[in-house]
C-alpha cells in the first residue's frame, strides 16, 4: 500500500532594505529572538541586548546607517531576521592619509535560527558598498576572537584587500578590530 503524502513548503524570500526609527520594534523583536551566546558576540558583552532606547540611537540617520534583512513569506512573514549598522564613529588617530578619515563601524546581528545562510555576509557587502557612497574612507569591524564566523566572513570580503589597500587587524585581548580602506568609487 503507497501512502500518497503531499508536503507543502512555503516560499520565503529575504529582503533587504534600509531601515530607520519606524523599525525598532521589529530590531527589538530581533534582539529577543537572538540566543545570549550571539547577542555576546555581536555586542562584546556578557549583559544581553542594548536597551530599547539605545537600539532607536542606532536607528536614527545622524548615527549612520542601518539595514534590515526581513522574511516575505512563510511563518515568519515580516519578521526582521538581521540587521546591519554601519555607524559614524571618531576619526582613526594616526592614520597619515591625503584626504580627512571618515570612518564607519559595521556590525551585524543574524538571529540563531538564521545563521548560516549566508545573510551576515549580504548584509557586510551592502554595508561596504553604502560605505563607500556615504565618503567614508575607513571602515572598521570590532570581533571578538572566538567569534569564528564573524571572522570567516571578514577574511572571505577583505581578504588581502583591494585597491584601496589591505585591511590593519589590532589585537586587543580577545577583541580583534579590523579597519579596511573603502576604494573611491567603489559604488
Known sequence: MMLGIERQVAAVEIVYRGAGERDLNRVVELHRRCSPDSL???Y??????????ALARML??????????????GAD??????????LTCPDVPGMDLARPVAVGEAAVLVADAWQGRGIGAVLARRLA???????????????????????RTIRRLTGDGGPAGAPVWEYDGPMLTMTVPVAAGAA
Open 129 to 151: 558598498v553604502l560605505a563607500a557612497v556615504a565618503g567614508y574612507t575607513h571602515v572598521q569591524a570590532h570581533v571578538l576572537a572566538g567569534n569564528r564566523a564573524a571572522l
Open 60 to 73: 536614527r540617520p545622524e548615527a549612520g546607517h542601518t539595514l534590515l534583512a526581513v522574511v516575505s513569506g
Open 44 to 53: 562584546a558583552s556578557a549583559a544581553g541586548a542594548p536597551a530599547a532606547a
Open 77 to 86: 512573514d515580516g519578521a526582521a531576521v538581521a540587521v546591519g549598522h554601519l
Open 40 to 42: 555576546s558576540r555581536r
